[in-house]
DNA sequence: GTCTGGCACTCAGCACAGCAGAGTGCCAGC
DNA sequence: GCTGGCACTCTGCTGTGCTGAGTGCCAGAC
């Protein structure tokens, strides 16, 4: 077990090394904190901390800098979240307000958050599984050929084309509008599957054909692969990352660059509450030496998608945690109203 | 003017210079190219380039490297535009063929133009006021907050939220519904204001408020600020800048997390016709060491938007002209059949 | 007039050595 | 258990010298 003062110590030393980016050491130390004890002591308590594994040198004679073991010390015990300023939270609400649709809610959050923490940010569009169906659309485009809207309560617009089987006359084009909405409207669209099931039944037999394939169209919008879309910002932000940018700098472009590894990497956070992922608690390999701080959003109480950002592991956790949850509440009162 | 062989010489510095990266001197080049000619003569016709500002060298006993005027004269005149092999055009099409909306085909054509260029890529949406209207529809929320959505030919949906003056009863609703879509379906979106001007006047005084801010928030979704959009994608290609890239990538990220600078970007490329503008040509200072190839697309013969590349000056013109603009075409046609 | 071989010159880049400074570990003493 | 002192280590900086690529210029050949 850890002695107080060697807690502290810990702290002392990630709090300096996030900001002078420099191995910190003894003497420099007790110098900047108050903590009682002479460098030889400091010292001492270095050698534990780093027998331990918190905490490690670049090279024999060089200060210590804490390992990804001792930030997750840090952030479990050591650091709280620190809560915005009130000018940072009207900045906050000036900034969103004016959002006209989801796509300018998502991208003024993404550019805020990047902003606001100086890191890469990245935000998930609300989740279509997750959100009710405000209402489905069927226009004719050709004789045999449609197009299906769909907008959920979260402001999400799926839009496809359906090529029908045989041709659909408008009466029953605005039959099967009229009785697919008064099914599904309202309902969360994880239900849809079963609320359709029947619904060929109820037609003519050769209109059959084409409302299976609208209903397939329908569901389709639920596949994993597409359903999912986010968006990133900040991304100049990653010539912050430290003098050694350049050879880190690459993986992480390219892991940002990777749709499917930004969504698991989303996906592993927990669901509610903040996620802190550090160094190589990330899955993915390029994304070793940064850290991942996520938290879910939603207008109700459920979150309907995550967002977050991604920076150095030498990062200031209690702003940055600060931010990530002040932003992700922001956001889902925006949601709510809309 | 500067004779044939002088011109055969600047060829030459170009396409070793793109592919090794290094100044190239007299020697190098009468190793690698057929010149006929020995390595004093080539001397002095690079001190002629010199003296006319196509060439540059670094440091006294360097070799002699292209500067944007050697670009320039390489592109109007010594190069063309490369076509793409079979294989690359089938791979094309098979990768666009399976999007499933718009998003989708701009965001794999973000993806594709980037791997096939290896730099950084940037397709813009279609215009709206470029487009045709192809569907206008109104849902009511609340007795007084309506959705308005509307729908391109190309592909885009538009959405907006309506707070109503007064409330507003079901069967104006769909009075204004059918009225809407009969005067703009299928017209050109740039005409829409004209051809809803008169559309209040022929509603009861009541409604007269609220058809005119629905009216409103229509043709806001014009407005330039909102109305264009853009993705990017590729950043990790600017790795591959040069050794002198941490210095360079900055301002470039930079100014490509500025959609306004982006936007004015592929504005000032020329309508019609690829345009490529090199290094100080552009006016944003961040990019002054990159250059961008830029072409319109579109369904028809008229240019909805814009896509393009940005890559560093030194970059294989003829190739990367070639990509972007057989996928500038490809993407025409995906848009055509939607 | 144009091209060529030869020659002296320049300068970046690298390797090597020496030095200063920050930081450490250890130990004896309080 | 804490502290001051001390010897030691190792990075980073600076200065020197060398090598090699590349140049400009000139006199002579075609």
Avoid: W
């Amino acid at each position: 077990m850890l002695s107080e003062r060697r807690l502290e110590v810990l702290r002392a030393i990630v709090q300096d090394y996030v900001g002078t980016e420099e191995p910190v050491g003894s003497k420099a130390l007790t110098e900047r904190h108050r903590l009682g004890v002479s460098p030889a002591t400091v010292r001492n308590d270095m050698a534990a901390l780093e027998e331990e594994g918190f905490i490690a040198q670049p090279h024999t004679s060089a200060g210590r800098i804490p390992t990804d073991k001792g930030y997750r010390l840090f952030v479990d015990k050591l650091a709280g979240v620190k809560p915005l300023s009130g000018a940072e939270r009207r900045a906050i609400q000036n900034f969103l307000d004016g959002a006209v649709d989801l796509d300018d809610v998502v991208g003024r959050t993404v550019r805020l958050l990047a902003q606001l923490t100086r890191q890469v940010a990245v935000v998930q569009y609300p989740s279509l599984t997750r959100s009710t169906v405000r209402h489905v659309e069927l226009l004719s485009l050709a004789p045999a050929r449609l197009m299906l809207v769909v907008i959920t309560d979260t402001g999400r617009v799926e839009q496809r084309h359906v090529d029908c089987p045989a041709p659909f006359g408008e009466t029953a084009l605005a039959d099967l509008r009229a009785r697919l909405n008064s099914r599904v409207a309202g309902r969360r669209f994880s239900d849809v599957p079963q609320l359709v099931q029947d619904l060929p039944e109820s037609f003519e037999t050769d209109d059959r054909g084409t409302v299976s394939t609208v209903l397939a169209t329908l569901l389709e919008t639920l596949v994993e692969e597409t359903e999912e879309r986010l968006m990133i910002g900040g991304t100049a932000n990653l010539t912050r990352f430290g003098h050694d940018f350049p050879l880190v700098i690459r993986p992480v472009l390219e892991a940002l660059e990777e749709q499917v590894v930004l969504l698991k990497l989303l996906g592993e956070a927990k669901d509610s509450g903040m996620t802190v992922r550090i160094g190589h608690e990330n899955a993915h390999e390029g994304l070793n030496s940064t850290s991942v701080v996520s938290v879910g959003y939603g207008s109700g109480g459920e979150a309907v998608a995550k967002l977050g950002v991604v920076g150095p592991t030498r990062m200031d956790y209690p702003g940055t945690m600060g931010a990530v949850r002040a932003v992700a509440r922001y956001v889902g009162q925006i949601l709510a109203e809309s």
